[in-house]
């Protein structure tokens, strides 16, 4: 269920990282599902919230716009925005494309250290039975294999692209558990499999792969759930 703004813990914070602050606070409320698609985020409860004037929160709202995690209308001002199914495909294909990328660059290089890290990641995910860790643990994993392809815009990039995604995956996840999990557990074996082959093809073909199926799921999960009266 939703949390409302006056549910969340804040901290009184300082002028000049106010707008920091808030734009990361709401921005982790956002991706991780406590605020949903179309509730109204009011500048004044916001600020009250964070004892700041509304300058800051104005900004930490235009950030969250230009990352598409909130959006402005004329008569409700600012509000957590959604995406369509067609938007959420075609940001996993991207996503699959920077991430097969990021992959092809790191597997030829990767350390012993950072695979032995990955595969503590792995074992990490497959034994939480959180359904709100997932998405976090699904992240160490990957961008731990992708830290020796040493390209930090484009790993910021598809970090990005992941707190786009985050409440929709999780949502799959959390509903689709006994189904999706075990697939998933058994794609990301495969490519840590080709990562400690040092094998660039196979990482970047299974990756891309793994993000596309991924995808395809998510859209059909959505579309199902629509179909039958729920709300993302």
Do not use: C
């Not at 949390?3 to 991706?31: E, H, K, W």
């Not at 992959?103 to 709100?132: H, M, T, V």
């Amino acid at each position: 269920m939703a949390l409302s703004l006056d549910q969340l813990a804040v901290p009184r914070v300082l002028r000049l990282s106010a707008s920091d602050q808030i734009a990361g606070s709401l921005r982790d409320a956002i991706v991780g599902g406590h605020l949903a698609t179309g509730v109204v985020l009011r500048q004044d409860e916001i600020a009250s919230r964070f004892h700041v004037s509304k300058i800051p929160v104005r900004e930490a709202l235009k950030r969250l716009e230009a990352e598409g995690l909130v959006r402005f209308t004329k008569n409700r001002g600012a509000v957590v925005a959604g995406l369509s199914p067609a938007e959420i495909l075609e940001y996993m294909d991207i996503r699959a494309m920077l991430e097969a990328r990021a992959a092809g660059l790191a597997a030829a290089r990767i350390s012993d250290e950072r695979l032995n890290d990955a595969r503590q990641k792995l074992a990490e995910f497959g034994a939480s039975q959180d359904p709100g860790r997932w998405g976090e643990l699904n992240w160490l994993f990957h961008s731990t294999l992708y830290a020796d392809a040493d390209r930090p815009i484009l790993l910021a990039e598809i970090r990005a692209l992941y707190d786009k995604l985050e409440r929709y995956v999780r949502a799959l996840l959390a509903m689709t558990a006994q189904t999706e999990m075990p697939k998933t557990q058994s794609e990301h074996a495969a490519i840590l499999d080709a990562f400690a082959r040092r094998d660039p093809d196979a990482a970047a073909s299974l990756t891309r792969a793994h993000v596309l199926d991924a995808g395809a799921s998510l859209v059909q999960y959505l579309k199902d759930h629509r179909h039958h009266g729920g709300n993302t």
